[in-house]
């Protein structure tokens, strides 16, 4: 039987803490595992992109992942797909997740994750958003689960949504990009823009800035002077000068100071001071989707979630 976990049941199986620890540990093992994952993205004669993450795959875990997403950035939602959960013993078709969950989630809580790390300590850092979709909602959480409950300030192109995330999360509205920078400890950006949002001339000493929109080409939300100035770290080097934010701003793979996954072995030393500018400027793996793909798995086996359906009926 094939498990079918929809968007209520994925919100209803998974636990930040519990997901923050699995991709903790996926950081840890990943650059450990003997295949590559690959992350293949074409245009469509439609007005949106297909974009496909396989294998997922992390050393312990005897499963794998393959994700298929539709992008179309004028729909709600703008994300669609599928991922499919398959043993790795036999390919059995384990599970169907809805994609757009599990990718809000493995994105907004591995970026939490990173800011953490990268961000001056302090509970009471202001905490700035540009874009209040679900991948800023997951990151915010995630900060939150991580002990910092500093003030929040939002700004979004469309005003009722930043005025709504503004409320859940006891915040206040910003007029722009710049607005929030102007204001905030730590800024995170979740958007859709293709252009830079922000520069060198818009941070201040010992600020951080995590930027999750440049995940394919042409997308930008931070420009060359801030990527160049800061402490840069990437998830992938070479993806992120392929298809993210290095590739937007035409700096090389070369151009990153670390991976997330060398900040928690140790084998990278972070943030040199209080001073110093950092940036986390992510594109996203397919361990990621397996990461967080299996903790809704086993939990949702164990609760009886969602819905078996028998495909080779």
């Not at 990151?139 to 689960?145: C, F, I, K, P, T």
């Not at 001339?201 to 800035?209: E, I, K, L, S, Y």
């Amino acid at each position: 039987m094939t498990r079918v976990l929809s968007r209520g049941d994925l919100e209803a199986v998974l636990d930040p803490s519990a997901c923050l620890a699995a991709l903790r540990e996926g950081f840890l093992v990943a650059d450990s595992a003997t295949v590559s994952g690959q992350r293949v993205r074409t245009d469509l004669p439609f007005p949106g992109t297909a974009t496909a993450l396989i294998p997922g795959l992390l050393p312990g875990v005897e499963a794998y992942t393959v994700k298929v997403n539709a992008k179309f950035p004028h729909a709600r939602p703008a994300l669609r797909g599928v991922i499919c959960l398959h043993s790795g013993a036999d390919g059995e078709l384990l599970a169907l997740l809805d994609s757009a969950t599990v990718t809000a989630w493995r994105t907004g809580l591995a970026a939490a994750l990173g800011t953490d790390l990268l961000s001056r300590p302090g509970a009471d850092a202001v905490i700035g958003v540009v874009g209040a979709g679900a991948q800023a909602e997951l990151m915010v959480r995630g900060l939150r689960a991580l002990g910092r409950r500093g003030e929040l300030v939002v700004h979004d192109t469309d005003p009722d949504r930043a005025a709504a995330f503004a409320d859940d999360h006891g915040g206040k509205v910003a007029g722009s990009a710049a607005e929030v920078a102007a204001g905030a400890d730590v800024v995170l950006l979740a958007t859709w823009s293709r252009a830079a949002l922000l520069g060198l001339a818009d941070a201040r000493p010992g600020q951080h800035f995590t930027t999750l929109g440049a995940d394919e080409p042409g997308k930008q939300e931070l420009a060359a002077d801030l990527l160049r100035a800061a402490l840069l770290v990437v998830d992938d080097r070479d993806l992120a000068a392929c298809m993210g934010a290095l590739a937007a701003a035409g700096l090389p793979a070369s151009a990153a100071d670390a991976t997330l996954g060398e900040l928690l072995r140790g084998e990278h030393p972070g943030r040199a001071g209080e001073a110093e500018i950092s940036v986390y400027a992510p594109v996203g793996l397919p361990w990621q989707d397996l990461a967080l793909a299996w903790v809704a798995y086993q939990e949702a086996e164990r609760r009886g979630a969602g819905v078996g359906v028998d495909l080779l009926a």
